[in-house]
């Protein structure tokens, strides 16, 4: 383990035991005493019902992967578990996997409040036989970071409300927190420190929350949910790669990222509808540095690329701000990938690839998973979370995207590929830790499961 990894790590149980004395009054420390004191008389239920908020979109294969991520992890470490999803919005590409993957797992769809209407139907059943509610991976806990939707980041804690009243534990898994502007701070901190735990996938948040004194019981980095993904669609993957004339290990992945809006939406502050001076600036000069990279890989090593998305917004841009910009002798080794994928094909893609690029960080978690070397080239808008690959000991593969150059990226994708083995060996290495602390998060999510018998 590196000495970075070690440090945040002691930190972080330092300031668990600090947290729990300093709680002694809440629900959630006197639960954990009684537990200490009392252990003989404890036992987990034989097939414990855990409710997994998660699936934040479609159009995202991140966002789908952190659900059969979460899953594969309880289903190796909590025996007998019972799944059910709750899905706030239609997914149903995301559904349509977790069926065919997992289907014993039930999906639920609502919203604690509905004007005029009581507080039942499938999720108030569902929550009713609950004996543990996940806030699955992302980074929905935030207030001022994207905007000040006051109403949407209060209705985003009201489940937890609700089984703190209820009595059941309740925790978040694999998170990022970069913002709580006032008056957010005091609400998010007095919610989060009832939770029986709060794993943050990156040590930045960790910290931040240290720093603003959240006293949650467990506050340990954890990571994020999709390093469990173990899902694949091999058939649509190896069509792919032959239609593609993409070969095993002599191809590199490449996954941009651009300020440009989702598909039929009116944008957000991430992906405007009208870019600013600076965002065009920023989408040239990043597309000009991976138009560079790529002419120095296929020049230097003869593989192809893959020009894959995350996002399906992302296919167009590729197009036209890559693709169609490289020189003819290049541009013939480069595969534009025209249609959105899903991340059961994308795994059995990936886990082919020589080595994987990306602007966004879940295709590279994915290759990871699998053995892949990455590189991380980070935009600052996305906050704390590419942080996560430098606590899992990938610093050296880790880039600011406005602060380094198409040199800098090929001079590790080179090292790389002259010295395959002593990078894969790194993933490896890295991947030994993520699976090491997988196993200590679902020991915790275990004792929160625990009950009097």
Same mark, same amino acid.
């Given at each position: 383990m590196s000495t970075n990894r070690r440090n945040f790590l002691k930190k972080s149980g330092l300031a668990t035991a600090a947290s729990m004395i300093g709680f002694v009054g809440s629900a959630a420390a006197a639960m954990h005493e009684e537990k200490v004191i009392n252990q003989q008389e404890w036992s987990r239920k034989k097939n414990p019902v855990v409710i997994i908020r998660t699936s934040w979109g479609d159009t995202n294969i991140g966002d789908q992967g952190h659900t059969p991520g979460l899953i594969a *992890? *309880?289903?190796?470490?909590? !025996?007998?578990?019972?799944? $059910?999803?709750?899905?706030?919005?239609?997914? @149903?590409e995301t559904e349509k996997q977790m069926l065919q993957n997992y289907p014993d797992v039930k999906i639920v769809h609502g919203k604690f409040y509905e004007p005029e209407k009581p507080f039942e139907g499938p999720l108030k059943e569902a929550f009713d036989k609950a004996d543990l509610f996940v806030f699955n991976s992302g980074m929905a806990m935030n207030f001022g970071l994207y905007g000040h939707d006051w109403a949407g980041a209060m209705s985003g804690l009201t489940a937890f409300v609700w089984c703190r009243e209820h009595g059941i534990p309740f925790g978040i898994y694999g998170q990022s927190f970069d913002k709580f502007e006032h008056p957010s701070m005091e609400?998010?901190?007095?919610? %989060?420190?009832?939770?029986?735990? &709060? =794993?943050?996938?990156?040590?930045?948040?960790?910290?931040?929350?240290?720093?603003?004194?959240?006293?949650? @019981? +467990?506050?340990?980095?954890? !990571? #994020?949910? /999709?390093?469990?993904?173990? $899902?694949? #669609?091999?058939?649509?993957?190896?069509?792919? %790669?032959?239609e593609a004339g993409l070969e095993e290990k002599k191809f590199l992945a490449v996954i941009t990222l651009t300020n440009t809006p989702p598909i039929g939406s009116k944008g957000d502050p991430l992906n405007p509808v009208n870019r600013s001076p600076l965002q065009k600036k920023q989408d040239e000069d990043? %597309?000009?540095? /991976?138009?560079?990279?790529?002419?120095?890989? &296929?020049?230097?090593?003869? =593989?192809? /690329? *893959? *020009?894959? !998305?995350?996002?399906?917004?992302?296919?167009? @841009?590729?197009?036209?701000?890559?693709?169609?910009?490289? @020189?003819?002798? &290049?541009?013939?080794? &480069?595969?534009?990938?025209?249609?959105?994928?899903?991340?059961?094909?994308?795994?059995? +893609?990936?886990?082919?690839a020589h080595s994987i690029f990306g602007m966004e960080p879940h295709s590279l978690i994915m290759g990871l998973t699998m053995g892949v070397p990455i590189i991380h080239a980070w935009p600052p808008s996305h906050g704390r979370k590419c942080f996560m690959f430098r606590d899992i000991g990938l610093p050296e593969w880790l880039f600011p995207v406005d602060e380094s150059k198409a040199a800098d990226w090929t001079n590790v994708l080179m090292q790389n590929y002259n010295n395959y083995q002593v990078a894969k060996d790194k993933v490896a290495k890295a991947m030994q830790f993520v699976h090491a602390r997988?196993? #200590?998060t679902m020991q915790v999510i275990n004792k929160a499961l625990q009950q009097k018998v």
């Open positions: *992890l *309880l289903y190796q470490y909590v !025996p007998g578990v019972q799944i $059910i999803l709750w899905h706030g919005k239609d997914v @149903p609400i998010y901190r007095n919610v %989060m420190s009832q939770a029986a735990f &709060v =794993y943050c996938r990156d040590g930045e948040s960790l910290k931040f929350l240290q720093e603003n004194k959240f006293r949650t @019981p +467990v506050l340990e980095f954890g !990571p #994020d949910a /999709v390093f469990g993904i173990n $899902i694949r #669609d091999e058939e649509k993957g190896l069509a792919y %790669m032959k990043r %597309m000009a540095n /991976v138009r560079e990279m790529i002419i120095q890989w &296929v020049r230097n090593t003869g =593989y192809k /690329v *893959l *020009l894959a !998305p995350e996002a399906n917004k992302e296919m167009q @841009p590729a197009k036209e701000w890559v693709y169609d910009q490289l @020189p003819e002798d &290049v541009q013939s080794k &480069v595969v534009w990938r025209s249609a959105f994928w899903n991340v059961s094909e994308a795994m059995s +893609v990936y886990a082919r997988q196993k #200590d």
